[in-house]
């Protein structure tokens, strides 16, 4: 039976582009015979010369903000696989927390900027063919992560998003794919210890399971064990999350 290579020939845009996972997406992507990539970034400043040479093109995109998502799906109406990556983490409590801003900044970047980006550029992925839908979340959307604030309710809501979103755009052909993310090795989670995947790795596992027609896709070891004890025994999995709290207040004193 051939292979499918559903990037080969693709034009992609992958938000948070700069670093990270993004970047990872950016460069399997051409690995893979992308025919051109748009890389959101924030601060073009941020990119170096990482692009150079490459069927890259930089745009400027803040997916919170709705000006700059429909500039770039006015510019970009030739993509046929979006990379709903971008994302933010703002370590703090829930509930307890001196900080009351920062669940809603989680809300707005991992749960409203994809749904925005997904609004933005559902016609043009009609338009081109169907063609595809990646959603990197987390293990903490696929259940509740305590340590995790608003972050973890943030890719919940993703999750949700995604589901519903294969239901609304299965008429035009288009695949999303929720990506169930473990650890990586990049910025956010620089205050994580243990194993941690390289972001590559990450990018490699999620064209694979667009390649094999899955919808949801444990991307990486962490996530497929953590999601197996969940789902063997929810309840005993809440209060060992739950205990995370306390190693986590004794080791950071927050
Ligand atoms: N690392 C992990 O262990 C892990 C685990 C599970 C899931 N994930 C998910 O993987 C994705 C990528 O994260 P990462 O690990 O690569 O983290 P990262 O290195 O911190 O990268 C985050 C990226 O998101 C961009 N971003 C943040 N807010 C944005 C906004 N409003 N508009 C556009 N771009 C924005 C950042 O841009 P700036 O450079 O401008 O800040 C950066 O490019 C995220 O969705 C994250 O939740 C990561």
Redesign the pocket.
Known sequence: MARVNRAEGAVALV??????????FVQELLARGAKKVYA????PS?VADEFDGVAVEVIE?????LD?VQRASAQCSDVNLLV??????ANRRLVLTDDPHAARQEM???YF?VLNMTRAFAATLGANGGGAILN?????GAFAAPFMGG?SPS?SAALTLSTITRAELKGQGTDVVALI?????????SH?EGR??S?ID?ARASLDALNKGETVCDTDLMAVEARARYFRDPARFERQMAKTLDIDVQSTGR
């Open positions: 938000t948070g582009a700069n670093r990270g996972i993004g970047l990872g959101g970034v924030r601060d941020t995109l803040d997916v919170t903000d700059s709903n990556n971008a994302g933010y983490f707005e970047v991992n900027g990197v979340l987390s293990v903490a972050y890719k993310v473990g650890s990586v090795d990049t910025r956010m989670a994580v941690k995947e972001p990450i």
